[in-house]
């Protein structure tokens, strides 16, 4: 914990600050806090040289391939928006503030606004489109409906796929534990109902539901 | 079913057998007075297909507010209709401002109360309307017959009829325009905690919010804006710009240089690579500091006298008595709704088309017409879901925004503002001082009251364009300073800064301020004198009874509940409206603080009590309450935008940082009184009580005092 501007943030906090000012530090940063969710560098990341020096990167997002040979530099985010349809996931600030596009990447839960698409060759994406199986709801979407979580909902997307990931490192998530590692921004506030559909989402998830 | 130009429903039934039911409030509104220009332009509210099920469709903006929900409860409640049916919620496409009152705007918690008169009269209606075809086909007197879950039901035989056979019949009717209401007692919908509308959607990545929208011809727009207030631009070159790939047209719009892209990332890209020379303006000398300075001026040099009874200065100016005076500020306040501003227009040669996440749809739609110079009905603009709205979400001005870059590059264009253009370009919660000098005299009572505050021009930006540059227009700077209490000697004025800032509501209005330092004076005043500070409020208050109401309830609450050890506990009050009007609302709130580890000051629990007449939804107006604690904890904590040389320095949420899940109240505990009086939506209102509550809380265990806001040692 650290006082920035007289406000104390959280280790994830503190992690964005740096992020955003050594953006090349990027996975290094996340590695080893508490709730930073490593990017292990894509095994055998093929980037090919295509004429003109433009990369072809291919991926998939919810089990659908995806090539793309645009500026390396474009967030995932936009490419998931813009490029793949899929507007659940959300753009709330860009620097990995928020959490609003929160999506799993190789079964990591990261803040795909600042991940750039050079590192997303052969990687694997989930968005929140892909949390329902079939008509199943995921139990978190499922507590989530239960204690009547969203508000406005813009950041539920972002919420939920972060409480997935979060409830597989803590499966028994204290208050604390909830106060320290699930850092994404509800600027309606709707904290109270998430908090309790977090706690029912752990019981959920212990009684082995999808 | 409505033959006569003043029924207040009106029916089809189409090709498919969907019956469409529209409030007909023009043809109303027409008859009642002739000099408004309204057209008897009908409404429609709720659809019901031929299997009975149904279709809400929602007059005001959903931007988690949860007003949808309550209305469709209403309206459901009153008609005896299944809520299991209810299986979709739409948005309003109506384009025609005399459709319905206030314009469809979604502002000042409004929603409730205008909907407790209409969509409970047409549920009513329409409840009576089914009986009577229900009657007519058994010939049989209405009168004996009941409804229930969208049946009408013999009770002499058992026979029924379900809603949706009955949809032919209904169009021959005649409905009653004053119809018989369910009591209280009969209620099924109403005061029940049913879940939102839109929960389903919300969590399955479904809903679609404006900066959602996408079709394949759409490009997107950003507009590199004037960091300096009131500057402009006085040349730019894009050549760099034009050569990122991605970026179709550069060219100027009223508020700076747009750019208009294949995407958002080529945009900014783009947007980058300009290269603007700017005519900065006379602002661009200015900083928060000098502002507040004129804003001290203002405070002895006041434009207004709201109010003068009795006489202050006399009073205050006798030695007899406490006397006490504070001086409180109040910073810039960003609203930085989750969704930032946005805005899809495609404007051709004969036609408009918008998708917006307003709150204002009417306005928006009128302001348009103005700005491209076309009639209304070449525009068409729907409204989408809105990730938060605040008051932001009230003005026109990224709509026209997107408008105007569409209109000049000839694409549909989809606007989106970054989240550093949404906070350095907002339409703040305006900067305000304020010097209020209260007494209380030998006999405990508050004898004499000056206050004095200052704020920027509202007017010019008010979110109601008939409002602008108009006294009106005022008021949502200064709202909220005439306090509820007796005070025989009383003098308020008010004084303003004309400056191009853009100011506008936020979460309320100028009560925000205003409420915050009346309360804590109180607190003060009341210590002082040695005067328990409830007893003060509940005498002060004794005439009216709603709000001594909950000033008693809270002080029963205060006596159950002792202050622990460590901690500081404050209290405030807050309302709006008078006694005999709708709009009416009092609330008391109580707050714990204590002090962390590392010297930071936590607020432990808070209180609320509050009565906002008759409840719709209590769980949804209590999640109203929780958010407004996490949103009035952000701004105390951490809600100052600051300007130097006529910028905003705050960008992001690094700098401008908005409460945390761990950053709330640790309890909370809620008291609605649901007395039965008219309802009253919460969404904003909770904001005037909140902070006040803490202030004083923080003053009394700290001894220190609280002048405003921000207080940077919350956690
Ligand atoms: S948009 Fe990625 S963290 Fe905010
Ligand atoms: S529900 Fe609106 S920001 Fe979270």
């Given at each position: 914990?650290?006082?920035y501007n007289g406000y104390?943030a959280?280790?994830?906090f503190?992690?964005h600050l740096?992020l955003t000012v050594?953006t ?51 967030p995932?985010l936009w490419?998931?928006r ?8 959300k753009y709330g600030c860009g620097i990995a503030q928020c959490g609003a596009c ?9 803040r795909?606004c600042v ?37 406005c909902?813009y950041c ?29 921004i509800c600027r309606c ?22 | ?62 931007m ?145 919010y404006g900066i ?8 997107i727009g950003m507009i590199e804006r004037c960091p300096t207030f009131g500057g402009s631009v006085k040349s730019f070159d894009g050549?760099k710009a034009?050569?990122i790939?991605?970026v179709?047209?550069i060219f100027q719009v009223s508020n700076g240089v747009a750019i208009v892209a294949?995407g958002f990332w080529a945009a900014k890209k783009g947007r980058e690579a300009l290269e603007i020379e700017w005519d900065h303006g006379p602002l661009s000398i200015v900083s928060s500091e000098e502002i507040e300075k004129q804003l ?33 500020n109040f910073p810039f306040v960003a609203h930085a709704t989750m969704e930032p501003m946005n805005a899809t227009a ?10 917006a996440p307003t709150q204002c749809?009417?306005?928006a739609?009128?302001q348009?017409?103005?700005f ?14 809105c990730g938060g709205g605040f008051g932001r979400r009230a003005q026109e001005d990224f709509v026209i925004e997107a408008v105007e870059a569409?209109?000049k590059?000839?694409?549909?264009v989809k606007l989106i503002w970054t989240r550093e253009d949404d906070m350095r370009h907002d339409y703040y919660r305006s900067i305000s001082k ?21 704020f920027i021009d509202t007017s010019p930006y008010h979110f109601?364009?008939?409002?602008r ?7 949502v700077g ?18 303003y800064l004309d400056l191009p800032i853009t100011v506008g509501i936020l979460r309320g209005i100028s009560?925000g301020y ?117 949103f009035?904890?952000s701004m105390m904590r951490s809600g100052e935008i600051t300007m130097t040389n006529g910028q905003m320095e705050q960008s992001n949420f690094d700098n401008y940082p908005v409460s945390f ?26 904001q ?20 405003g806001i921000p207080?940077k040692?919350?956690?």
């Amino acid at each position: 914990m650290f006082q920035y501007n007289g406000y104390w943030a959280t280790a994830l906090f503190e992690t964005h600050l740096i992020l955003t000012v050594i953006t090349s530090a990027f996975w290094e940063a996340l590695l080893g806090t508490a709730h930073g969710h490593p990017l292990k560098k894509p095994e055998g990341a093929h980037y090919q040289n295509q004429k003109g020096g433009v990369r072809m990167i291919n991926l998939s997002i919810n089990g659908k391939s995806y090539s793309y040979n645009g500026d390396e530099d474009m967030p995932l985010l936009w490419f998931i928006r813009e490029n793949a349809k899929l507007t659940g996931t959300k753009y709330g600030c860009g620097i990995a503030q928020c959490g609003a596009c929160t999506v799993h990447l190789n079964g990591e839960a990261v803040r795909s606004c600042v991940v750039p698409m050079v590192d997303v060759a052969d990687a694997n994406v989930e968005t929140i489109e892909n949390l329902i199986k079939g008509e199943t709801l995921h139990f978190v979407q499922r507590a989530w409906i239960e204690q009547d979580v969203p508000q406005c909902g813009y950041c539920q997307s972002g919420q939920i796929m972060a409480v997935v990931k979060f409830l597989e490192q803590f499966p028994n998530p204290t208050d604390k534990d909830i106060d320290n590692h699930h850092t994404n921004i509800c600027r309606c506030g709707s904290y109270i109902e998430m908090r309790k559909a977090i706690h029912l989402a752990a019981t959920f998830q212990k009684e082995g539901g999808q | 079913m409505m033959q006569s130009r003043r029924s207040f429903l009106k029916s089809t039934v189409t090709a498919s057998g969907t019956l469409l039911v529209y409030f007909n409030l023009g043809a109303l509104a027409q008859e009642q007075d002739v000099t408004t220009e309204v057209k008897a332009n009908p409404m429609p509210f709720i659809e019901m297909d031929n299997n009975g099920n149904i279709t809400f469709i929602s007059s005001r903006t959903d931007m988690g507010q949860g007003s949808p929900t309550s209305l469709a409860q209403i309206l459901l409640d009153e008609m005896d209709a299944d809520w299991d049916k209810l299986v979709h919620v739409r948005e309003t496409e109506e384009t025609e401002r005399s459709a319905y009152e206030e314009g469809l705007s979604t502002i000042g918690a409004i929603s409730t109360i205008i909907g407790w008169f209409n969509h409970r009269k047409a549920g009513a209606c329409l409840r009576g309307g089914f009986k009577l075809a229900a009657a007519s086909i058994w010939q049989v007197d209405e009168k004996g017959l009941i409804t229930e879950k969208s049946k009408v039901i013999n009770p002499t035989n058992g026979e029924y009829l379900e809603y949706h056979q009955l949809y032919q019949k209904l169009s021959d009717l005649y409905l009653a325009d004053v119809p018989e209401f369910k009591t209280r007692e009969q209620a099924t919908l109403v005061g029940k905690p049913l879940r939102q509308l839109r929960t389903r959607e919300r969590v399955t990545g479904n809903a679609t919010y404006g900066i959602d929208v996408s079709f394949p011809e759409l490009k997107i727009g950003m507009i590199e804006r004037c960091p300096t207030f009131g500057g402009s631009v006085k040349s730019f070159d894009g050549s760099k710009a034009r050569e990122i790939p991605g970026v179709i047209d550069i060219f100027q719009v009223s508020n700076g240089v747009a750019i208009v892209a294949e995407g958002f990332w080529a945009a900014k890209k783009g947007r980058e690579a300009l290269e603007i020379e700017w005519d900065h303006g006379p602002l661009s000398i200015v900083s928060s500091e000098e502002i507040e300075k004129q804003l001290e001026d203002k405070l002895v040099n006041p434009d207004q006298i709201e109010k003068n009874e009795g006489d202050a200065a006399n009073e205050l100016a006798k030695s007899s008595g406490v006397k006490l005076s504070g001086d409180f500020n109040f910073p810039f306040v960003a609203h930085a709704t989750m969704e930032p501003m946005n805005a899809t227009a495609w404007v051709t040669r004969d036609r408009c088309e918008i998708w917006a996440p307003t709150q204002c749809k009417l306005d928006a739609h009128d302001q348009v017409a103005k700005f491209l110079g076309r009639n209304r009905n070449e525009i068409v603009l729907h409204r989408t879901l809105c990730g938060g709205g605040f008051g932001r979400r009230a003005q026109e001005d990224f709509v026209i925004e997107a408008v105007e870059a569409s209109h000049k590059s000839g694409y549909p264009v989809k606007l989106i503002w970054t989240r550093e253009d949404d906070m350095r370009h907002d339409y703040y919660r305006s900067i305000s001082k304020l010097q209020i000098t209260g007494k209380i005299n030998d006999e405990g009572e508050l004898s004499a009251w000056d206050s004095k505050l200052s704020f920027i021009d509202t007017s010019p930006y008010h979110f109601s364009p008939q409002d602008r540059n108009t006294k009106d227009g005022l008021f949502v700077g200064h709202a909220g300073i005439v306090p509820a209490y007796k005070i025989p000697n009383i003098n308020l004025s008010y004084g303003y800064l004309d400056l191009p800032i853009t100011v506008g509501i936020l979460r309320g209005i100028s009560h925000g301020y205003t409420n915050f330092a009346i309360e804590v004076m109180i607190d003060r005043l009341a210590k002082k004198a040695n005067i328990d500070t409830l007893e003060l409020r509940a005498n002060l208050l004794n005439e009216n009874e709603r709000a001594s109401t909950v000033i008693d309830t809270l002080k029963k609450v205060d006596q159950e509940n002792p202050v622990l050890n460590g901690m500081g506990r404050g209290y405030a009050f807050a309302y709006e409206g008078e006694p005999g009007s709708v709009y009416q609302y009092y609330s008391a709130h109580m707050a714990d603080v204590r002090h962390l580890d590392d010297g930071s000051l936590k607020v432990h629990k808070i209180w609320i009590v509050a009565d906002h007449g008759r409840v719709i939804n209590p769980a949804s107006f209590k999640r109203q309450i929780h958010s407004s604690i996490y949103f009035a904890l952000s701004m105390m904590r951490s809600g100052e935008i600051t300007m130097t040389n006529g910028q905003m320095e705050q960008s992001n949420f690094d700098n401008y940082p908005v409460s945390f899940i761990g950053e709330g109240a640790e309890h909370v505990e809620i008291k609605l009184l649901d007395n039965g009086a008219h309802p009253m939506g919460c969404g904003e209102k909770m904001q005037a009580g909140i902070q006040p509550a803490i202030a004083n809380a923080i003053e009394n265990l700290t001894g220190e005092e609280v002048n405003g806001i921000p207080v940077k040692r919350l956690a």
